[in-house]
Every structure is written in structure tokens, then in C-alpha cells.
């Protein structure tokens, strides 16, 4: 006997790059979602994806879209420092939520969230992180665990991205630490998930590249490291986009590059034949991924939304948590807080370790 899976009205909150480019192709391709709203403060651009898309109906105040009984998601795809704000008011409408990383500003903004959704009644939160359904990341948390790189005794990242749209620009925070909030969740997501680790404190300072890069230290506690180091430097460039982790162990090293999808176990120094053998990986992933087309090519990493968006639509529709909820997300926000203190107070700061919320 054939089941129609249940399909839900989503209306979306901003309509620049993020819901434009990925969230709104990707929930239109889904059996699961009916996209039937969007909207935007700014002029013209709601307007703009609903005719582009054919999406019903569009407004610049989304507080239409959450008095909207027929609309039971509520896709937020703003700038980080209107998160928790739509978040608080989406989940009091009753509304469940879907919501982009960072789910917000700092501690604060995350206990209003949590005390928000602990008074609603059938409400949930999914948190894109669609990292977490890249088949390379699953392999990496396999490599950890297997033992192959000996003792697992820390991890280092290099983070090279081209800044988001001017709009994330209003608030003061964001102009001047706004890189921390912009790939760096996806790398703190991607460490503690692997190795299963709390963080400790964080040491944060300003790179040569002024308030476009950081320099990060965060001390972690991992059942498979005992206490370890996360080096990250992490900068917003012009330049061609870095996205690498390493994992040092007493055994091996694991390199993961999460631009071009591939990984390898190395040990020792970089020899010019390593080197190589590092770039027919590269060259190697580059034609598995152009193997896949043009679709592969322009979503690259970005395709796991799809993935993801389904997963959370069927966690709804099953009045259930989804996989990545409002509890991931808190240690990335604590994370950050800690950074923006450290940086400010020009000394490590310790992380919060939390209540953390199930829901």
C-alpha cells in the first residue's frame, strides 16, 4: 500500500542569498513542503522570490506569515540578530521553526529561545546545520572513532570565506565579530560532534586582518581526548574559500577539506610527494563532484540542505524533535559569547556550560 507522506506549509522569513539560493529551490523540490509565503523587510525583494518562485503569497512585515493559521513552518533565513526575536515570536504563534545558524546572538537571546519554546506546547526547532549530513562528515566521526589516528590529541581549522550580504551590518556587534558568526558554527558543529566534546574556554584575538579575522584557542573536553585544543583561524577574504579541518593524532593525521569534499590520513611532514597525493585527492573529488553535474558543482556543500529540510519537515509532521535542535546550537552560541568577552577583556574566558534544552 502506497502513503502520502504529509506536506506542510512553509512560509519563509528573508528572501536574500541563503533562502533565494538554497532554502527555497530545495523545499520546492520537496513532497513534503508547500511553500506558500515569503517575506522581507526590504523593499521589493519578497516580491522578487515570490514571482521568481511562484510562492502565493508575499509581504515585508512576517509577522503576516506567523498570524497565518494555514502556515504550520516557519523558515528563518535572516541576518543572525533577528533570529531570536522572530524565533520567540514564530514558536509563540505556535508555529514549528526552522531556523539558520547561529540560532543567536549570545547566552541571552538563547535563554529567551529556550524559555520560549518551553512554553509552547507543540513547537519545535531545527537548526541548519547541514554539515552534519555530508557523507564526508559522517566518515570523519567513523576515522575518529576507529582508533587509526592513535591518541586523538586536538584539532586545528583554517576558515576563508567571502562576507555575507551588507545587511548583517546593522548591528554594531556584527560589524565588528561578525565572522565568528558566520562559518565558524559549521566548524564547531562538525569538531565537538566528532569527538563528542563540551567546550571549556576560549581564547580569542584579532588577526592581521583587523575585525575580518580571528585567531581562536578553545580548550574542549572529549571522552576520546581527555582535554584538547581547537586552533581556529578563521578570516572573511576575497580570496578563493578555504573550509579545513586537521585532527592531530599520536599515530596519524586526519585532513578533511570541506570545500573540495575529501579527506586523507597523512603522518609526518608534508613532503612534495605528499603534496601531490594531496592534490590528486583534490583533483580526484573536484571530478567526482563535477561527475555529478551542474547541480553538484553550484550547491557544492550547500546540497545537504536538501537532506536536511526534509528531515526536519518529517520530524514535524511526526510531532517530534528534529535530529539538529535548539540544544546543538547552544554551545556554538556559548562558544562565541565566550569569544567576543575574551577578545574585548583580552583574556581566556570560560564557556557556559549550560542548561541545555531537548526540544
Known sequence: MTTTATRLNVGVIGAGFVATSVHIPFLKGLETANVVAVADSVPGRASAAASRYAIPLHTSDYRTLLANEDIQVIDICTPP??????????????????????????????DSISGAL?????????????????????????????????????????????????????????????????????????????????????RCAASSSGSRGYYLIIEMRSPLTGVCSLLVDVAWTSATSIRSLQFWGTERDLFVDLQDQFSYLGRGHLTPIKRGEEFARRMAALAKRTAGGRFSIKYGAMVYHRDLLSDFLAAFAARRCPRVSLAEGFHHVAVIDAAVRSHTEDRAVAVSAGPLVLR
Not at 522572530?86 to 514549528?96: C, F, R, S, T
Not at 592513535?150 to 567571502?162: F, K
Request: charged share 15%; aromatic share 6%.
Open 118 to 202: 518551553g512554553r509552547a506546547t507543540d513547537s519545535h526547532i531545527g537548526l541548519v546545520l547541514n554539515l552534519r549530513y555530508m557523507p564526508l562528515v559522517h566518515s570523519v566521526v567513523q576515522m575518529l572513532h576507529s582508533g587509526r589516528l592513535g591518541e586523538v590529541r586536538g584539532a586545528s581549522a583554517l576558515i576563508r570565506t567571502a562576507a555575507p550580504a551588507v545587511d548583517w551590518f546593522t548591528d554594531d556587534v556584527l560589524s565588528r565579530y561578525g565572522v565568528l558568526y558566520d562559518y565558524l558554527p559549521h566548524i564547531l558543529d562538525v569538531v565537538m560532534w566528532a569527538l563528542q566534546a563540551t567546550p571549556i574556554s576560549v
Open 81 to 110: 540578530q533577528s533570529h531570536a526575536q522572530i524565533a520567540i515570536e514564530a514558536v509563540g504563534a505556535g508555529k514549528d521553526v526552522i531556523l539558520e545558524k547561529p540560532l543567536a546572538m549570545n547566552l541571552r537571546e538563547f
